[in-house]
């Protein structure tokens, strides 16, 4: 399959020396859903920029279709959407205006009312954007990506603030995109999202790639298709080598919390129930579940996608990001 997008070795270092991308190679297929994950400061909007042409790379090589931005930026401009994290649209035209603005910057635009009924905001075609709910924008600025007829279509977090039946039918308009040839790059803080849309995924930290596939591939990563998760009482659950139990393929601890990954628990929760009996632990809590994405992104960096923004003195949330808008101005 021909791809859509490519890089090879893109970095990019801002003045004062802050390397936010560092020797980065990407192969996006034409027809693909591609999500690009990754915690605060890994580099993926300055990535997602350069990409899009808002950016020029400190070294390597884009390709869009073929092209490339230094000598055919007019004709790749036409081929994409953009669907931003925060787009700032005018509060005071309507929602029909706002789709005619941005449908009047290419040359062959889809219907106003196609995209309209897309996302079901016909009934909100003649409100100004001032009086709709912050779900609501969200939609439009997917219209506004949408009513370029892209061959590909950049999405930034498109599902925040909206509602589980909007987040759906928002799902149903990126796979209709798909099945009509588009190809979509997304970010997204809703691991689940990303396994449900995504056909290949990236995870990216400190400006590289650290692991890439498809979702059931990076699961498949942890040797373990199951994860058993409890919390004990009375012997401390630290005092317990979780990795003698048989069947468990890896341990971590975090926050009272023990995670076991195995590929049959029911082998293991007898012989665990037995090793924290010999020990003089308690079971407080005990579940059981298929390992998901979560999982990985645990297990590669060190934290939880959900709490990006909520830590920003962690390990990967040291305010990276802010140094890059302050370096870029």
């Known amino acids: 399959m021909s791809s859509a997008i490519s890089c090879r070795g893109l970095r990019k270092v801002y003045p004062g020396g802050l390397e936010a991308v560092r020797g980065l190679d990407l192969e996006i297929a034409a027809g693909d859903c591609f999500g690009l994950l990754g915690p605060n400061g890994a580099g993926k909007t300055t990535t997602i920029e350069i990409l899009e042409g808002l950016l020029a790379p400190t070294a390597g090589e884009v390709s869009i279709f073929g092209r490339n931005w230094r000598q055919h930026a007019s004709e790749i401009r036409q081929w994409l959407g953009v669907s931003l994290q925060e787009t700032r649209l005018s509060e005071q035209l309507t929602v029909r205006e706002t789709l005619a603005l941005f ?148 341990a971590q601890q975090r926050e009272g919390n023990v995670q076991l990954h195995a590929a049959a628990p029911h082998q293991v ?43 920003e003195g962690g390990p990967h949330g040291d305010g990276q990001e802010e140094r890059i808008e302050e370096a870029a101005s």
């Open 103 to 250: 449908a009047s910057f290419y040359r062959f635009p889809r219907d106003l009312d196609e995209v309209l009924n897309s996302l079901q905001l016909q009934e909100k075609r003649d409100t100004l954007l001032g009086k709709l709910s912050g779900g609501q924008r969200q939609r439009v600025a997917v219209a506004t990506a949408l009513v370029a007829a892209p061959r590909i279509l950049f999405l930034d977090e498109p599902t925040t603030g909206l509602d589980p039946q909007s987040r759906r039918q928002l799902w149903q308009v990126i796979r209709e995109f798909q099945q009509q040839g588009g190809t979509v790059l997304l970010t997204t803080h809703y691991l689940d999202e990303a396994e449900r849309l995504a056909d290949r995924i990236a995870i990216m930290d400190l400006g590289r790639i650290i692991a890439q596939g498809t979702p059931q591939q990076l699961i498949d990563s942890l040797h373990g298709e199951h994860v058993i998760e409890f919390t004990v009482a009375g012997q401390p659950s630290g005092t317990v080598d979780w990795l003698s139990i048989a069947g468990v393929n890896r």
């Open 269 to 311: 929760l007898p012989e665990l129930l037995r090793v924290l009996e010999r020990a003089g632990g308690r079971l407080e809590r005990l579940s059981t579940r298929q390992a998901t994405l979560e999982d990985v992104f645990v297990q590669l960096t060190g934290r939880r996608l959900h709490e990006e923004g909520q830590d």
